[in-house]
């Protein structure tokens, strides 16, 4: 009978969220928008550096991996968060709690892993420059990128599968907004040696991925203020000072969290500590990369607003060039081989010209020497000129 008991816990109750007539669908809003913005940011900036090909290099690939798991580590608990401020029941089944618990903690510790490899790879980039490109290959790059993912779903699993072993003797009130290790093995019919035990594994594993991290950024401050010109520091620190800002970010609420040991904290500082950890950290990471990186921004101007930006190439060597006919536009003296010319709206009444089969033109895709659709147009008895069309970054 005892035993019945002391396994009778199957659904736990969340403390950690104000009730409904308590303000609760006051929180609802601002928590939607907010999951709203870390999900749209990450993905503009996952799907910024995959389409740009100017960030196709070992630091970008990173950072759009980390962006994709920003995603998912948000959506093992906001979506929970949200469905409990506005019902009257905030249960949830300890099977889901286990799972919860496991995805959410598997993608911080993938994270960490990528954070320490990120940091490794400023270190390379900026106190081992000539090398860098023979050392972090793509195919290193992909391996590590491939095995953090691996270890963080890995390391975790045998711990998980143990708690979902012990009797839940109650109560059964978690005194948090998800589901975490502490407050999960507090309901436990354990000892407090074995929670003490956990606390121990867990701080020496933040501990030493912080140091191993640290070391790395104090040792490439140390190569950056040794370069002798002030525009040589200011652009390597550049290269790395977003990296160090989301380390401090995502490790300070993870030790706040985690390297509590015995202190105990106000329900309120709690709850204050849980949010930055799960919600605040991944919401203002995409705005750090993107604020702090002119290629990035570009990159995601490119994605969000795209738009034509034509070259004007002489043709032939002929010396009188025109923008286009003399109908459409005025004529513009002889342009310089690949000058650039952002698109007004004559060249798109050209283009428009050219899908109608106008007599003003051909296109020529197969001529040698030029990039993307090439339009050939006769402006005058016997002067041409060639426009190359190409996507480019909104100016």
């Not at 995603?71 to 409990?84: D, E, G, R």
């Not at 963080?152 to 589901?179: D, K, Y």
């Not at 436990?188 to 790395?216: E, K, N, R, Y």
Request: a neutral charge; proline letters at 6%.
């Amino acid at each position: 009978m005892e035993s019945e008991n002391l396994s009778a816990v199957t659904e736990f109750i969340f403390t950690g969220f104000p009730q409904l007539q308590d303000g609760g669908l006051l929180y609802f809003f601002p928590l939607l928008f907010v999951y709203t913005f870390i999900v749209v940011g990450n993905l503009m900036v996952f799907f910024a550096v995959r389409l740009d090909t100017r960030l196709h290099n070992p630091m970008y690939n990173f950072i759009s991996i980390f962006s994709f798991l920003e995603i998912w580590y948000t959506t093992a608990t906001i979506p929970t968060m949200l469905s409990n401020l506005i019902s009257s029941q905030k249960t949830i089944s300890l099977t889901g709690c286990l799972l919860q618990m496991y995805f959410f903690h598997s993608l911080g510790n993938t994270e960490g892993a990528l954070l320490t490899i990120m940091a490794i790879d400023r270190y390379v980039a900026i106190c081992n420059p000539l090398h860098y490109l023979t050392i972090m290959t793509p195919r290193l790059c992909a391996q590590l990128s491939a095995g953090s993912c691996v270890f963080g779903f890995l390391i975790l699993l045998p711990e998980v599968v143990w708690i979902s072993t012990l009797p839940f003797c109650g109560p059964n009130q978690i005194h948090q907004i998800f589901c975490d290790f502490g407050p999960l093995l507090n309901l436990a019919c354990t000892g407090a040696s074995v929670i003490l035990v956990q606390d121990v594994i867990h701080a020496s594993a933040i501990l030493i991925t912080s140091l191993i991290i640290s070391l790395s950024y104090i040792r490439i401050v140390v190569v950056i203020l040794g370069i002798p010109s002030a525009e040589g520091r200011k652009k390597a620190f550049s290269t790395c000072v977003a990296h160090i800002a989301v380390f401090l970010m995502f490790f300070g609420s993870v030790a706040l969290m985690y390297l509590r040991f015995s202190a105990t904290y106000t329900p309120f500082w709690d709850t204050a500590i849980a949010v930055t950890f799960s919600v605040l950290s991944p919401l203002f990471n995409p705005m750090i990369y993107s604020l702090r990186n002119n290629d990035m921004k570009d990159a995601i101007k490119k994605l969000l607003c795209p738009q034509k930006v034509f070259r004007v190439l002489p043709f032939f060597g002929i010396e009188s060039l025109y923008k286009a006919p003399s109908d459409l536009m005025e004529p513009m003296e002889p342009t310089p081989h690949d000058t650039k010319v952002t698109g007004p709206s004559s060249f798109w009444k050209l283009l428009d010209i050219k899908q109608k089969g106008s007599k003003y033109g051909d296109v020529g895709n197969n001529l040698p020497g030029f990039l993307g659709e090439l339009l050939l147009v006769e402006s005058q008895p016997h002067n041409f000129f060639a426009v190359s069309v190409e996507t480019m970054p909104g100016t």
